[in-house]
Nanobody
Framework: QVQLVESGGGLVQPGGSLRLSCTAS????????MSWYRQAPGKERELLAT????????TYANSVKGRFTISRDNAKTTVSLQMNSPKPEDTDVYYC???????WGQGTQVTVSS
């Protein structure tokens, strides 16, 4: 079955950096675009970034454009989110997503605080 497992969350200082990873299994990873979302308590999930199946194109939400970078390694079936210069308002639970048929990981908490 399709499984998406996020890792790399934790506490990071404002202006620091953090790298989230999502390891996928149960499907042909290289055939699917992948996305990262985040969600704060009581709010809808926000789409942050999407990468095509072969990694040749990416899109970003305005809220993270220029600070976060999505990438993938099809050989390792991983998709990553590099978070640079995070702000306290980036504190959320971050989710990996396969848009086709809408599969989700369990989420990883990111807290940006000094």
């Amino acid at each position: 079955q399709v499984q998406l497992v996020e890792s790399g969350g934790g506490l990071v200082q404002p202006g620091g950096s953090l790298r989230l990873s999502c390891t996928a299994s149960g499907f042909t990873f290289r055939a699917y675009a992948m996305s990262w979302y985040r969600q704060a308590p009581g709010k809808e999930r926000e789409l942050l970034a999407t990468i095509t199946n072969i990694g040749d194109a990416t899109t970003y939400a305005n809220s993270v454009k220029g600070r976060f970078t999505i990438s993938r390694d099809n050989a390792k079936t991983t998709v990553s989110l590099q978070m640079n210069s995070p702000k306290p308002e980036d504190t959320d639970v971050y989710y990996c997503n396969r848009p086709v048929r809408n599969y989700w990981g369990q989420g990883t908490q990111v807290t940006v605080s000094s």
